[in-house]
C-alpha cells in the first residue's frame, strides 16, 4: 500500500465512489485513494434505497436549485451509462397521488416545480381520479401526478460499475477499512486505519454519508452542526402482486416540513414490490438491528442533549412523527396500511417477508431545525459533503462533477487535462449544464 496520497476520499458510498471517477480521468498523475469500513462500495444507505433515479418535481427550484438540477442531468447521465455499461435501467415512470383537496394543492405545486426543474409538459401532467382510473384501476385517491421521466435502477450495480472504472484509471479502494483518526502533521493529514495503519494526504474529501458530521468534527468543522438518523424500512409483496399497478405510486406527505416522505408502492427494477420506507429514530448510522442500536444508544442521546437536536426531539410535531413511525416499525399493519389508503387491494396477511432497510442521516442545526439541503464545506485542506440525503443516488454523478469543480476554482484541485473526456461526458459540458 502507498503512504502518501494526494487525496483521499473517505467513503465509498454512491458519493465518494462518482467523485473518484471523475477525479481518475482529470488528475491522472495523482496518487488519490477512496477508504470505505465496509467490505464492498455502496454497501449502505446507497445499495439499500428505492433504487428511483427520480424526476426532480419534489424540489422547489428556489430552495433546492443544484439538487434539482443534479437530479435532471443525473437521469440522463445514468442512462447512458446503463446503455453503455447494458447495466439495470427502466424507464417505468411514477405516480404521485393525493388524497383530498389539500393534497391536490401540493401536486399543483410540485407540477410547477417540476416544469421549472426541467421537465417537459409532456413529461408530467395531473391526472383527475377518473383519468387514473382508467390507466391504474386499482389505485383510489383524490387526483394524481403522473410522471414519465422517472426510472428505476440498482444503485449497488451502478456504483460497483463506476469503482471498476475508476480502479481501472489508478484510483486506489482501500475496502474493509475504517478511518478511525485524522489529525494534522506538519501541514498534511495523518490518517489513522483500522486503530492500526496510518496514511498521509495532503487533502481530504468527506463523503461518508451517515458518519460524514462525525469526520468534520474530528477535523474541527462544522461543530454547530449534529445529526439524527432514521431507518427506512421495507416490507416485501408477493408475486402475486407483481402487476397490481403498472408504475411505482407515491403519495403525497403527511409532514412536508420533514425531509422524508411517507411509504411508497414500490415497483423494483427486476419487477419485485415493495412498500416503504418509513423512517424510524435510531441511533447509529448502521443502527439496522437492535445490537447496534442499544450500543450506540447513550452516546447518540449525550451527544443530541448537548447539540440543537435536542430542541427538535422535544418538538411537539417531531414526537408526534417519531411515534408515527415508530408504530409502523413495530406493527406491519400501520405501516402497510398507509399504503392500502391508496391502494385498498393489498391483503396485509399476504405481506410476510422484510426488504432491507436503509438509513438516512439528517442534519440538524444549532436551532433544533432540520437543514433542508445538502451542506458543503471548504476548509484549507478539506472538503465536507454533509446531509446528502434523497435524491442522492439520482444525482451523484453530476454533483460529483459540481463539488470538483468548485475544488479547481477555489484553487485547491488542478484539471490536468483541458477539456477532458470522463467516460461518455466531457467534463466542462456537465459543468456548463449544472451552474445555477
Ligand atoms: C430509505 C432510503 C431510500 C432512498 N431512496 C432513494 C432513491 O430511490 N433514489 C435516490 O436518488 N436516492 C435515494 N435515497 C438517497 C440516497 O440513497 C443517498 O442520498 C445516497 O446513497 C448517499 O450516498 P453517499 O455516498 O453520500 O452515502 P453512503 O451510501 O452512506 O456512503 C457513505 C460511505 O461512507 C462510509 N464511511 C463512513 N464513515 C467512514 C469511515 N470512518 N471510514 C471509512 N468509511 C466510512 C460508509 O461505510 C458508507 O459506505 C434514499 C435514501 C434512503 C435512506
Redesign the pocket.
Known amino acids: 500500500m502507498a503512504h502518501n496520497f494526494d487525496l483521499v476520499i473517505?467513503?465509498?458510498?454512491?458519493?465518494?465512489?462518482?467523485l473518484s471517477f471523475f477525479l481518475s480521468n482529470l488528475n491522472e498523475s495523482k496518487q488519490i485513494a477512496v477508504?470505505?469500513?465496509?467490505p464492498d462500495?455502496?454497501?449502505?444507505?446507497?445499495?439499500?434505497?428505492?433504487?428511483?433515479?427520480?424526476a426532480p418535481y419534489l424540489y422547489n427550484p428556489g430552495k433546492k436549485k443544484m439538487f434539482a438540477k443534479a437530479?435532471y442531468h443525473?437521469y440522463d447521465m445514468w442512462k447512458k451509462y446503463s446503455e453503455i455499461k447494458n447495466l439495470p435501467f427502466k424507464e417505468d415512470g411514477v405516480i404521485e397521488v393525493s388524497r383530498d383537496q389539500k393534497g391536490t394543492k401540493i401536486l399543483e405545486k410540485y407540477l410547477i416545480w417540476g416544469i421549472e426543474n426541467g421537465l417537459k409538459e409532456e413529461e408530467i401532467k395531473i391526472l383527475t381520479k377518473s383519468e387514473l382510473k382508467k390507466i391504474e384501476p386499482e389505485i383510489k385517491c383524490h387526483a394524481a401526478l403522473q410522471v414519465h421521466r422517472d426510472a428505476s435502477t440498482d444503485?449497488s450495480i451502478l456504483?460497483r460499475s463506476i469503482m471498476k472504472d475508476s480502479k481501472q484509471k489508478g484510483i486506489k479502494f482501500l475496502l474493509d477499512?475504517?478511518?478511525?483518526d485524522i489529525r494534522n502533521k506538519d501541514g498534511k493529514w495523518k490518517i489513522t486505519?483500522n486503530h492500526e495503519h496510518e496514511i498521509f494526504s495532503n487533502f481530504i474529501i468527506n463523503?461518508?454519508?451517515?458518519?460524514?458530521i462525525?469526520?468534520a468534527h474530528k477535523v474541527n468543522v462544522a461543530k454547530n452542526l449534529t445529526d439524527v438518523h432514521?431507518?427506512?424500512?421495507?416490507w416485501k409483496a408477493p408475486k402475486e402482486y407483481n402487476n397490481l399497478t403498472k408504475t411505482s405510486v407515491y403519495s403525497v406527505p403527511e409532514f412536508p416540513d420533514y425531509p422524508?416522505l411517507d411509504p411508497h408502492w414500490i415497483i423494483r427494477v427486476n419487477g419485485t414490490c415493495e412498500i416503504?420506507?418509513n423512517?424510524v429514530p435510531v441511533f447509529s448510522?448502521?443502527g439496522y438491528k437492535r445490537s447496534e442500536n442499544i450500543k450506540e444508544f447513550i452516546p447518540k442521546i449525550l451527544e443530541m442533549l448537548g447539540s440543537g437536536a435536542r430542541k427538535a426531539i422535544f418538538d411537539k410535531q417531531f414526537q408526534e412523527l417519531a411515534i408515527n413511525e415508530i408504530q409502523s416499525s413495530m406493527s406491519k399493519s400501520a405501516m402497510i396500511d398507509r399504503v392500502k389508503r391508496f391502494l385498498p387491494k393489498i391483503d396485509t396477511d399476504k405481506i410476510t417477508e422484510k426488504g432491507t432497510?436503509?438509513?438516512?442521516?439528517s442534519v440538524i442545526d444549532e436551532n433544533g431545525r432540520f437543514v433542508p439541503d445538502v451542506v458543503l464545506i471548504d476548509d484549507s485542506m478539506s472538503f465536507h459533503?454533509l446531509n446528502?440525503?434523497?435524491?442522492?443516488?439520482?444525482?451523484?454523478l453530476p454533483f460529483s462533477v459540481h463539488i470538483i469543480n468548485r475544488l479547481i476554482e477555489n484553487g485547491y484541485l488542478r484539471n490536468e487535462k483541458e477539456d477532458s473526456e470522463c467516460g461518455p461526458w466531457r467534463f466542462s459540458d456537465i459543468v456548463e449544464k449544472i451552474s445555477v
Open positions: 473517505i467513503g465509498g458510498g454512491i458519493l465518494g465512489t462518482s477508504i470505505e469500513q465496509a462500495v455502496a454497501f449502505h444507505t446507497s445499495g439499500r434505497n428505492t433504487g428511483k433515479v427520480h437530479a443525473g444503485y456504483t477499512t475504517k478511518v478511525t486505519l463523503a461518508a454519508g451517515g458518519e460524514s462525525d469526520i432514521f431507518r427506512g424500512e421495507y422524508f416503504g420506507p423512517a448510522p448502521y432497510a436503509g438509513i438516512r442521516s459533503i446528502y440525503n434523497s435524491p442522492g443516488a439520482t444525482g451523484a
